[in-house]
Every structure is written in structure tokens, then in C-alpha cells.
């Protein structure tokens, strides 16, 4: 059995929280005889990681390259930890035989959207983006939770489980993105 994770940039253990988390399933997951796979979609390959095999991923007219690396690798199990997801790559991923698992990182109340009047940087204050999100704070946060319902909502019904930070949010998210 071989697992993909599915992740914005490659796993480098030290550029971040859910590298490091990838980097370090990888590393158990072999020493139990379980090769872990990751499915990237900017940046470069990295060092350093106990990742050994990746597709970096960076043309949507070419989504047989996926369904394709999952047949040839085996892959029977696809950890996304990319928050948003194209629907034609879910696609790909849902008519291969695998299992699915959405591991949503985020705090159900995403932290920028509290920010988004509160900016005290004097060089952002100055650029025209930053007046129209002050000026439009209210709307701006409506459309930015507007956007992140709809793309969240569709991963999570697309995916066999759905893992979250804590047991704790489980009500709020099924009453927010009706899964």
C-alpha cells in the first residue's frame, strides 16, 4: 500500500507546520514499509525531506499525468492537505480506487478575515489593494468566506474522511459547510 499526499508546495521539513507534519508521517510510514508519495503544485523539489518519489503538478490539461502516477505507484490512500482543490483534480482522484482523507489545517474562523481592517503596516496602508479592503472590509470578508465555503465544502464531499484540528470544531464545521 503506498500513500499520496496532496500539498501546495514539496514537503522541505523546515519550511513550515504541514511539511514538517507530511515529513514526519513519511518517515514512520516507511519504517512500517509504506511508501509515501506527494503530489505538489508550485515550487521545486527539496532536500532534505524522507519524501523519495513526487509529481510536481503544474498543467491542468494534462490531468492524465495523475491518474497515471497513482496507477503506476500503487497508490491506495491520498491525504490531501492542500486547503483548495481544483474539481477536475478531485475528479482524477475520486475515479481511482483509493481512499480519500481531507486533513483541514485551518481554524474554522480563518484568522486574515479578523485582520482585514486591523493592518498596521504604514507600506501596506498605502497601497491602493489595502484601501479597497478597508473601504470594503465588510463585503471583502463575506466574498472571502463565500469563497472558502464553496471550495471547502466541495473537498470535503469528495473525500472519504475529513480530519480536523480539533474535536471541538466538529459541529461548526458540518453546520458550516453542510457535510
Not at 126 to 137: I, V
Given at each position: 500500500m503506498?500513500?499520496?499526499f496532496v500539498n501546495y508546495t514539496y514537503p522541505i521539513p523546515t519550511s513550515g507546520g504541514t511539511e514538517r507534519v507530511i515529513d514526519n508521517l513519511s518517515r514512520y510510514f516507511r519504517e512500517v514499509g509504506i511508501s509515501s508519495h506527494?503530489?505538489?503544485f508550485e515550487g521545486e523539489k527539496g532536500k532534505n525531506s524522507s519524501i523519495v518519489n513526487s509529481l510536481n503538478f503544474t498543467d491542468l490539461n494534462s490531468l492524465d499525468e495523475i491518474k497515471e502516477y497513482i496507477i503506476s505507484n500503487n497508490i491506495k490512500i491520498i491525504i490531501i492537505f492542500k486547503k483548495y482543490l481544483d474539481k477536475r483534480i478531485l475528479n482524477v482522484l475520486r475515479q481511482k480506487d483509493c481512499k480519500i482523507i481531507y486533513s483541514l489545517r485551518y481554524s474554522i474562523d480563518d484568522s486574515r478575515l479578523k485582520n482585514v481592517t486591523i493592518i498596521n503596516n504604514n507600506h501596506l496602508r498605502?497601497?491602493?489593494?489595502?484601501?479597497?479592503?478597508?473601504?470594503?472590509?465588510g463585503l471583502y470578508i463575506k466574498y472571502v468566506e463565500y469563497v472558502d465555503k464553496k471550495k471547502i465544502s466541495l473537498i470535503s464531499n469528495y473525500s472519504d474522511s475529513v480530519v480536523l484540528l480539533s474535536s471541538r470544531i466538529i459541529d461548526d464545521f458540518i453546520i458550516k459547510y453542510k457535510v
Open positions: 503506498n500513500i499520496l506527494v503530489l505538489f498605502k497601497s491602493f489593494t489595502w484601501k479597497l479592503k478597508k473601504c470594503f472590509a
